[in-house]
């Protein structure tokens, strides 16, 4: 797991992966080797603000104790990565770990090439090293279109085949995820556009602000469908969406949406990995930073990763989405709250599941003026996040924050938080990942009001191993 937190700042998590210090962005390249999950992320080694951009790297043998790997990928002076090796993925490519992922140059104007690096060592089960090749596989977008963003490949297999998503935008400010084929890692064709904001199932989930895709993901439902995930970029970071579809089989794979919506529905969430596991998928994010900058170099780190999320789709294609099962070792020994009506205080990091069978309200945080609260309310469906009296810097405000789910005679929430990062999942449907940081004379203490059911437990460092 990350390092503890200095004393004297609360906010940062303890157990989210994160390096120790300076800048963390998107997760890459979730990968399982030898026993170990393998995760690595956007890191800039020397400061808290997003250049430099290098490949940080951790494993773990249970998905909540990580060890930190020296820095597996580094910009090469003069290479076609020389000004960041930005997002990308790890397959596996004959028994050899491959790095597949964006490399920039400093006149990349968000045009990347696509680039390899493979594991030096492939039984190393911590695989410490990696050796970059000096060339990319891809120089930059296919003529014709008129590509303006290019970057963030992911690498599946589909019918006996291997293909790849590419993220982009075109001149016009159409979004879109491109397809290559790519059976050989240094071989790659373009084989057509996968999806484009024209598609009116895209059109309708994520509606028409995005210039751009970034960071596609794609992974199996239990049901036999596929779910193409995006991040909607306008010009900055705006938020994420998914689309449940049917991938057909062709001479180039072919995908059909029929559903979508929003993938989080906090401001603090973008650029997830999906890991594709047999039996099921698991899915990290990036929660950037909702202070000012000032408070950002003052603290000397920036950003986190969110807690594995196991991603699934319904019959009728909407998400399905509950904490990875793993996390409930961080569980200490006992729950320190099991019923309503008593304040309790509340530890840095909990895991909390309150089952309401009414309507019914939980404070979080508090002040003298204001208070932190979720709002249940089984016969609406709605789970209301209220956390107005905590401003914030960065993507949108601080106005409540509503998620809908079908209605019924229960409804559940389990909120997993970790310093200043706090992750709602409703109904095991929708998610709420939002940035939340203490003030002076602010009282953390859980108070559940109404007909409900708790199941509160301090998070800690497992007890095995």
Do not use: K
Request: one cysteine or more; a negative charge.
């Amino acid at each position: 797991m990350s390092p503890a937190a200095p004393a004297q700042d609360p906010d940062a998590p303890r157990f989210r992966v994160r390096p120790p210090a300076h800048w963390i962005n998107d997760p890459n390249g979730p990968f399982r080797w030898r026993g170990r999950h393998h995760l690595f992320y956007q890191h800039n080694p020397a400061a808290p603000v997003h250049a430099d951009v290098h490949w940080g790297h951790v494993s773990s043998p249970d998905l909540v104790r990580w060890e930190h790997h020296p820095i597996a990928l580094a910009p090469t002076p003069g290479g076609p990565d020389e000004a960041g090796c930005w997002s990308g993925c790890v397959v596996d490519d004959g028994g050899v770990p491959t790095a597949v992922y964006t490399g920039v140059d400093h006149a990349h104007t968000g045009l990347g090439t696509i680039c390899l690096a493979r594991a030096a060592d492939p039984a190393d089960d911590r695989l410490l090293a990696w050796r970059p090749r000096p060339v990319p596989v891809i120089p930059g977008p296919p003529p014709g279109l008129d590509v303006v963003m290019f970057r963030d490949p992911f690498v599946f297999r589909h019918a006996g085949h291997r293909w790849a998503l590419v993220g982009a935008g075109h001149a016009d400010g159409t979004p879109s995820v491109l397809l290559y084929g790519c059976d050989e890692l240094t071989d790659w064709r373009f084989a057509g556009v996968l999806l484009d904001g024209h598609d009116p199932v895209a059109a309708g989930a994520f509606g028409d602000e995005a210039v751009g895709w970034e960071c596609p993901q794609l992974f199996g439902t239990s049901g036999g469908d596929h779910v193409l995930v995006v991040s909607l970029w306008d010009g900055s970071p705006r938020s994420t969406g998914y689309l449940t579809g049917r991938l057909a089989p062709g001479t180039r794979p072919r995908f059909v949406p029929r559903a979508g919506g929003r993938l989080d529905h906090g401001r603090d969430f973008y650029a997830p990995a999906v890991l594709q596991e047999p039996g099921r998928a698991l899915m990290w994010g990036w929660s950037w930073e909702a202070r000012d900058e000032a408070a950002v170099l003052a603290a000397g780190w920036a950003g986190t990763l969110t807690a594995p999320r196991a991603v699934d789709a319904g019959a009728d294609g909407t998400l399905r989405v509950a904490p990875a099962p793993e996390l409930e070792l961080l569980r200490a020994g006992a729950p320190f709250a099991t019923g309503p009506g008593r304040s309790v205080p509340l530890p840095p990091a909990y895991d909390l599941t309150v089952t309401a069978h009414g309507t019914t309200t939980v404070t979080l945080l508090r002040s003298a003026d204001r208070a932190l609260t979720l709002r249940l309310d089984p016969d609406a469906g709605t789970v209301v996040l209220d956390r107005s009296g905590w401003p914030r810097a960065g993507v949108g405000g601080s106005e409540p924050v509503t998620v809908a789910v079908p209605p019924g005679p229960d409804l559940s929430v389990r909120v997993l938080a970790d310093g200043s990062l706090l992750e709602l999942f409703v109904a095991d449907r929708a998610t709420v990942t939002e940035r939340v940081y203490r003030r002076p004379g602010d009282t953390a203490e859980l108070l559940v009001e109404g007909d409900a059911g708790v199941s509160a437990w301090e998070q800690a460092p497992p007890r095995h191993g």
